[in-house]
């Protein structure tokens, strides 16, 4: 049974460019959050989702920020014109729902601005 | 804004010690995870407490969630270098898992 898979596992991008990170739910997982680590930091939440729908985008920045999870493929996070403060690890986790999260985490997908 | 705050941040301990990580907030959770993160990898999942008070045991480590749903703490016996890593809290917060700053442990041979 795979996990929860991201890719790509690493992305360089040049400011002012668009970075597209992927993330495939654990088999039978309808939710999907993600999450943003710096460096020696914790997680902030950015995003939950289900199929079709943005259930809590509380912690996504207002502007070039944007999640979808369609009814079929992967749930996808894209950034627009990135600048250097994007640069950080993101993870993707998945949830088969309530009645208590149980969270599974991809590995990660470190973005790098340059 | 929910804050899951941790303590210590940061320790370092030889082979064979003991250790105890808190987990505190001012907020009732429904359940708190504790997950446990090597560099370069996701956060990988050790426990989930759901009633205050409740105690449960993995191996060497014992985790405990408060009466009030409010703090926890993670003990680790013996511990090993096999160990060292990066100790997440998380609580759930209605519709997401708020996490914790982070404990960060080191354990030398």
């Known amino acids: 049974n795979a996990g929860v898979m991201q890719n790509p596992r690493h992305l360089v991008r040049r400011r002012g460019q668009e970075a597209r990170l992927r993330c495939s739910p654990m088999?039978?997982?309808?939710?999907v959050y993600w999450y943003r680590q710096l460096p020696e930091e914790g997680l902030k939440f950015m995003v939950y989702l289900q199929k079709e729908n943005i259930i809590d985008e509380s912690g996504m920045p207002k502007e070039r920020f944007s999640a979808e999870f369609p009814k079929e493929g992967p749930s996808i996070l894209r950034i627009q014109q990135v600048v250097r403060g994007d640069s950080a690890a993101y993870f993707c986790a998945s949830s088969p729902g309530r009645p208590s999260i149980i969270a599974f985490f991809g590995q990660g997908t470190r973005l790098t601005v340059v | 804004t929910q804050l899951l705050e941790q303590s210590p941040q940061f320790l370092s301990i030889q082979e064979g010690e003991n250790l105890t990580v808190y987990c505190n907030s001012s907020?009732?959770?429904?359940?708190l995870q504790w997950y446990r993160q090597e560099p370069g990898e996701g956060p990988v999942l050790l426990v989930t407490?759901?009633?205050?008070?409740e105690v449960k045991k993995l191996k060497r480590l014992t985790f405990q969630f408060g009466d009030a749903r409010k703090d926890s703490s993670l003990h680790i016996t013996a511990a090993q270098p096999g160990d060292t890593g990066l100790y997440l809290c998380a609580g759930d917060n209605t519709d997401k898992l708020i996490f914790g700053t982070g404990t960060r442990l080191q354990v030398f041979p």
């Open positions: 407490v759901v009633t205050g008070g």
């Open positions: 088999k039978g997982h309808s939710h």
């Open positions: 907020s009732v959770f429904s359940s």
